[in-house]
């Protein structure tokens, strides 16, 4: 592949909902193997760029890309082949109660109805042993911690061998030993040769995950960069961000 048809692209993206700018002639670039955080205080539209580049919602103007298909302004049928090779892990898991563990892994290639059942099951419990949680596959999302919920998801996220996996706040609500868990396991995805973009305000995790990192402040990218240029950076709003100040009170 050429560096065109082997990474994400956005291009002077503007987003608005409800008169709220959310995003303003924003840009991203997530090349394969170069893993990226974006990062922003609560409700500086982090999500909203996931949910951009899935195609759940569209952009007032500018350019959005995956592999080189530009899906900006077309209907889902035409990127559907290409948005697979994306998978999202949501903040909260988001695994369908009904469902046993099991079950939640396995509903997309279910639903695809390309494989066996018995091939579907051995990636299931394959996916679940990378993650740490087999001996869950007959439980119920309700019977798991925090924790768990988080590996199942990624678990499900893993099951249709995507290129690319997005991570919604994937440390929130963790406590310390959760947190290294979920480290611990983008770190060997990106071994696998997994492509991770992740949205946090956790720096820790962010440092410890990713190569490069684009900082929202104010609808606009603000910063983008490797780490030790972020924290060289002279930027008032990045140096605010990474050592908050009284300035930053009641915000």
């Known amino acids: 592949m050429t560096d065109e048809e082997s990474c994400i692209r956005m291009e002077k993206v503007s987003y ?16 394969q193997g170069v893993n990226r955080t974006i990062l922003g ?3 500086s539209g982090k999500t909203t760029i996931l949910k ?13 890309s995956i592999n080189g298909l530009e899906i900006t302004g077309k209907p889902e049928s035409e990127y559907r082949e290409q948005r697979k090779k994306i998978a999202i892990v949501f903040q909260g898991g988001a695994l369908f109660d009904s469902m046993t563990v099991g079950e939640n892994v396995g509903y997309r ?14 990636i299931v419990r394959e996916k679940l042993r ?19 919920k ?25 406590d310390p030993i959760g947190v290294y868990n979920i480290i611990s396991l983008m770190n060997r995805l990106q071994e696998a040769g997994k492509t991770t973009l992740m949205v946090t305000h956790d720096l820790p995790t962010a440092f410890a995950t990713s190569l490069r990192f684009s900082l929202i402040h104010e609808s606009r990218l603000a910063f983008e960069g ?11 709003n990045v140096q605010e961000f990474l050592q908050p100040s009284e300035k930053s009170l009641f915000v």
């Open 109 to 122: 290639l279910f639903e695809e109805g390309r494989l066996s059942q018995a091939e579907i099951e051995e």
């Open 150 to 174: 988080k590996r199942v998801a990624i678990a499900r996220a893993l099951a249709a061998d995507p290129e690319y996996i997005f991570f919604d706040e994937p440390t929130t609500g963790l």
């Open 130 to 148: 990378f993650v740490g949680v087999e001996p869950a596959l007959d439980l119920y999302p309700a019977e798991l911690s925090g924790g768990m």
């Open 226 to 236: 490797t780490e030790e240029e972020l924290r060289n950076s002279p930027l008032p």
């Open 41 to 43: 205080v609560s409700g």
């Open 52 to 64: 951009l580049i899935l195609g759940l919602i569209k952009p007032q103007t500018g350019m959005i």
């Open 16 to 31: 608005n909902v409800g008169g709220r700018t959310i995003l303003t002639d924003f840009d991203l670039l997530l090349e």
